[in-house]
């Protein structure tokens, strides 16, 4: 809600206005508590952060004569990053550039990727019609990267909407090394290419650990390549985050997976007895906490006693000290359905695979609705991208015995866990989302994820602005490395809790084929020299490879229409190696095959995967 009543202060909209264009009844609530939002600050005299630029332009445009003296005051104006201004921000600029028009704004419009917190690139696009006199001065010598790094993001940005002053972007680093593309089985198979060719980089002696970022769409993607890095003794640094294992929702999460598993865990019933929020406060907690005490049992076995109490009143007087529950009726309710979440979940453990009982736990708890109702919907909906991941990971673990699934899991998990608490002062390689990465610059650089509905986003695919505000995030991703920059992205990508066949993002069409290193590892006839690699569908749809004129058009391979893999069928994988083959099954068209490798069990489809059988 206050993420509302920020975005309607930056436009400059009051609480009536708000309430007049209010389209729906959420609208409404939220013009009611904008309206006493304001209410309550007048009550208090004080004034919240965005009030402060607000109240400054009603001043200036109330009180001509107190504008007049800030004139007097700044004569001359100077304006950074003004390509991320928002319409409060630009207002107050205009009227304090007044008559004198004494302006100086540096910015680059294909650098703006905040509008998603108010930002507007009309401002700087539009900065020519607002001060018709004004000298524009291109910077085009670029003193971070390469040539070949220019090229590729120069191309980028280039093939997005036409705006004037084209930069044309040089350096005097020479060329260097040209930027690679890779392609990742799954999200798995894209962590470890990273984390190959970093360890590669470092043992040639030619970085270090620290010279080296990854940078990610969203911070559910730092999953797969932490345990990447931690399974080669890489060490890292999340920046501007938390290590997934380490997020409160994950902890949450697992929290209630090891009850499952081990009802008298303690430490981790103490974490969750009030979450999702249940009523269940400190002191009810600690009453608890004190009655077990009494008591001589853990914590759980006083809940049985609770809800043996509740259900006979004879058991309610039990001949140890201090056995009537101390309760109110509200509390005892809360702990008694606490109680029956955690007697639930351990019958579904061992009947249900791990990835159902997951899906059970989140939805009994309604863990999506608790995240919006406790954070504003960008977060809440990152942090429900975060426990999906987690769910995702399950899939790992189908090829185990049920009853085995979730202590290995939560075994395996503890393990990465440990591993991930590292000295933050280490040289360690950096992982970033592209938005907290501006500004910064790397000697080597990856960028995972280059999919559609990750970049562009989803949430953004159908909107022709947020597009090409997507596009200027990859182009501030590439713009970040100094001498090696890699692209990489994933055939298929575990999402929500199912495994989809991805495209490759859109902008990798503007991108000419001869400024990529490698740019397939899978066979596909060549484009000629002067073709972009990837040619677009119609619109905003995603990429295919480019054909070449005169090749036999490449005919997809018929599906099978019985399974070729078998249980106990030794097999080899280029990437993976050799490994055992659990069990096989057609799916969709295609056959899925489960394989035992050395690290792990991995799902693969048989028309991509290339399985050598073992003669």
């Not at 950096?430 to 970049?455: D, M, N, R, S, W």
């Not at 050799?578 to 048989?606: C, M, N, Q, W, Y």
């Amino acid at each position: 809600m206050l993420g509302r009543i920020s975005s309607a202060k930056n436009e400059l909209v009051s609480p009536a206005e708000f309430a007049r264009l209010n389209r729906s009844y959420a609208d409404e609530i939220a013009a009611r508590c904008y309206e006493r939002y304001q209410q309550r600050l007048r009550e208090s005299n004080a004034l919240d952060f965005d009030d402060l630029l607000v109240k400054m332009v009603q001043v200036f445009e109330l009180f001509p004569d107190v504008l007049a003296q800030y004139h007097q005051r700044y004569t001359h104006l100077l304006v950074d990053e003004y390509q991320d201004t928002n319409r409060v921000q630009y207002t107050l600029v205009k009227l304090l550039a007044g008559e004198r028009r004494n302006l100086f704004a540096v910015g680059d419009n294909d650098q703006s990727i905040y509008g998603w917190r108010g930002a507007d690139v009309r401002n700087i696009l539009q900065f020519e019609q607002d001060y018709p006199d004004a000298q524009v001065i291109l910077l085009e010598q670029n003193y971070r990267s390469t040539q070949s790094i220019l090229d590729t993001a120069q191309a980028l940005i280039s093939g997005g909407d036409k705006q004037k002053h084209i930069k044309k972007l040089w350096t005097e680093n020479g060329a260097g090394t040209q930027v690679s593309l890779h392609e990742g089985y799954d999200q798995d198979e894209e962590a470890n290419l990273v984390g190959d060719e970093i360890a590669r980089l470092v043992a040639a002696g030619d970085f270090s650990y620290g010279d080296c970022a990854v940078m990610y769409r969203i911070n559910a993607q730092s999953r797969a390549l932490e345990e990447a890095l931690m399974a080669r003794g890489v060490r890292y640094q999340i920046v501007g985050g938390t290590r997934f294992y380490e997020r409160k929702e994950i902890k949450d999460v697992l929290a209630y997976l090891r009850l499952a598993y081990n009802p008298y865990d303690s430490v981790s019933l103490g974490r969750v007895l009030n979450w999702p929020g249940r009523g269940i406060g400190e002191r009810s907690e600690g009453e608890l906490l004190r009655w077990a005490a009494e008591l001589g049992v853990p914590v759980y076995q006083a809940l049985r006693e609770l809800a043996d109490s509740a259900a006979s009143t004879e058991n309610a007087g039990d001949k140890r000290s201090g056995a009537t529950p101390p309760f109110a009726p509200r509390t005892r309710n809360a702990l008694l359905a606490f109680l029956a979440t955690l007697d639930q979940l351990g019958a579904m453990h061992g009947t249900l695979p791990l990835a159902e009982l997951i899906d059970a736990l989140l939805a009994r708890l309604e863990v999506r609705e608790a995240l919006i109702k406790e954070y504003d919907a960008e977060e809440a909906e990152e942090r429900w991208g975060n426990v999906q991941e987690l769910r995702n990971v399950a899939g790992d673990y189908i090829g185990l015995p049920i009853e085995a699934q979730l202590p290995t899991f939560l075994e395996e998990v503890a393990l990465v866990a440990d591993v991930d608490k590292v000295d933050g002062k280490a040289d360690a390689v950096t992982c970033i989302t592209l938005h907290q990465a501006k500004g910064l610059e790397y000697p080597v650089v990856f960028l995972v994820g280059l999919e559609e509905g990750l970049l562009p986003h989803s949430r953004s695919s159908d909107d022709r602005e947020k597009v090409e505000e997507e596009r200027r995030l990859l182009y501030v991703g590439m713009t970040r490395a100094r001498q090696r920059l890699y692209l990489c992205y994933a055939f298929r990508r575990a999402s929500f809790g199912r495994v989809n066949v991805t495209s490759r993002t859109r902008f990798l069409a503007d991108i000419p084929r001869e400024l990529l290193k490698q740019p397939l590892k899978r066979g596909v006839a060549s484009p000629s020299p002067q073709a972009s690699m990837f040619t677009s569908r119609s619109g905003y749809g995603g990429a295919t490879p480019r054909r070449q004129p005169g090749q036999p058009e490449r005919q997809p391979p018929p599906s099978p229409t019985a399974v070729t893999f078998f249980a106990g069928q030794r097999v080899r994988h280029a990437t993976f190696g050799e490994g055992l083959v659990v069990s096989s099954r057609l799916v969709e068209g295609d056959e899925e095959v489960i394989v035992s490798f050395a690290d792990k069990e991995r799902r693969l489809l048989a028309s991509f995967a290339r399985l050598e059988r073992d003669t």
